[in-house]
């Protein structure tokens, strides 16, 4: 395999996913700056996931029709200058925007990353290849607060954004070089009522769900546009049925592997999305540590996912994804369980054990689940697909965190007191049993789906390789 080529992408998305993360630990510096609350400069976190949510469907038209390596360059210089806004932002307006600015470049660098891979990867290196990508999805949001920490308290906030001006170059410059051209295709027209579905859809239900616990705005706001979002949704499945090209190409749910991966996929990552709000809160909250001393520990995720890239293709391939997905997905139930039942008293080296093999069993689930949702897709098929798990993807991290949020609200809302470590440990535990949940689209899939991509029982797939090179 070129590892030359996942690994320019992973840098590039690492990227984006570190800043993402990284400046919830800034927060309190930023908003003293800018003059406003800490609460209300969420709104910033908000329109960054709201402008992905808008700009992802888009994201695999544009790659065909302007070529994918090419875009993805474009994402990368959006982003960096909007890293560059948001140092130089004197005011909450100026911020926000350059947020929805820096997130115009995120939404195209994630969909658009995985397409030029799947592009110009062989089916039987895939899994190796969504190893290297998958670990900026695991690292970004664990080594994003220690180093937030780091760089706020021993420099300053605007260096967090500063710093993506070197890495960008870097990326575009390795891109033009190693990247291989992935021509235009001459797509259809561009959907644009199905567009502004999605858009409204997508975008609802993200800023609602994120804004409707934020003090700064009344709760009816939240509801209001979350419903508005779920309505416009149902809308587009009717739009889409009727459209012979519809933007989001919903037919691909016929597709059992493709449809195994995306509904599984997204409920486990609504819980895993809530991790690493869940863990950084009860290590400050319940047991007293500093924010850079929780960030030091929940990194021990990062540590556990970075491995799995040694070993995550001959494991895929000694026993299929079905195996490993249950597998995993059982490991990091049992972890989850586990967290909750820390304390203070808990000796550190045994949380970052746990948090070591959680990180481990994540990651796993991760590879196997982004290469699964490719194994049966042409390449006709690959910017649709792309494009549709991508916004799944964003969609579920936003349930994630608004459903760790409402399950310490209802908790402290019953009790009637401020928030406490049993809180924690009570939403681990609904996190937990929510994750089994997850494994109810594998646990019905063919032991032998998506054997052309993960090896496993090579000989029985060779004939499923004839067929599928004969439909072409």
Known sequence: MNRIVPLILAVALFMEQMDSTVISTALPAIATDLHVGPITLKLALTAYMVALAIFIPISGWMADRYGAKRIFRLAICVFVVGSVFCAF????????????????????????????LLRTTQRSELV?????????????????????????????????????????????????????????????????????LTTLAAAGVVFGLSVVSLPALPPIIGISATVVGLVCGALYVRHARRHPTP???????????????????????????AMPFLTPLMLQLGFGLTPFQSGLITFAG????????????????????????????????????????????????????????????????????????????????????????????????ALGVALAASILETSTYFHGEPLQLSDFHLAFFVIAALTVLATIPFIRMDRHAGALVSGHGAKRSAPMEAQRQAAK
């Open 247 to 273: 933007i989001l190409n919903l037919k691909l749910f016929r597709n059992a592997t493709f449809r195994a991966s995306t509904t599984g996929g997204t409920l486990f990552r609504i819980c895993i999305g």
């Open 89 to 116: 932002s004197s005011g909450l307006v100026e911020f926000v925007l350059a947020r929805f600015l820096q997130g115009m470049g995120g939404a195209m660098m994630t969909p658009v990353g995985r397409l030029v």
């Open 302 to 397: 990062a540590i556990g996912a970075i491995t799995t890239k040694f070993m995550a293709r001959r494991v895929f391939a000694a026993t299929g994804f079905r195996t490993t997905l249950l597998s995993a997905a059982a490991v990091t139930t049992v972890v989850t369980v586990i967290t909750g039942l820390f304390t203070p008293e808990t000796p550190h080296l045994l949380i970052i054990g746990v948090l070591l093999i959680g990180g481990f069993s994540r990651s796993f689930f991760f590879t196997g689940v982004n290469a699964l949702a490719y194994a049966d897709i042409n390449d006709a098929e690959a910017s649709q697909a792309t494009s549709i798990s991508s916004v799944m993807q964003q969609i579920s991290l």
């Open 128 to 196: 190796s290849a969504m190893a290297l990508l998958t670990i900026p999805a695991l690292v970004g949001p664990l080594a994003g607060p220690p180093l937030g920490g780091f760089i706020t308290t021993y420099f300053s906030w605007h260096w967090i954004f500063l710093i993506n001006v070197p890495v960008g170059i870097i990326g575009v410059w390795l891109a033009t070089i190693f990247l291989p051209e992935v021509e235009a295709t001459a797509p259809p027209p561009l959907d644009v009522t199905g567009f502004i």
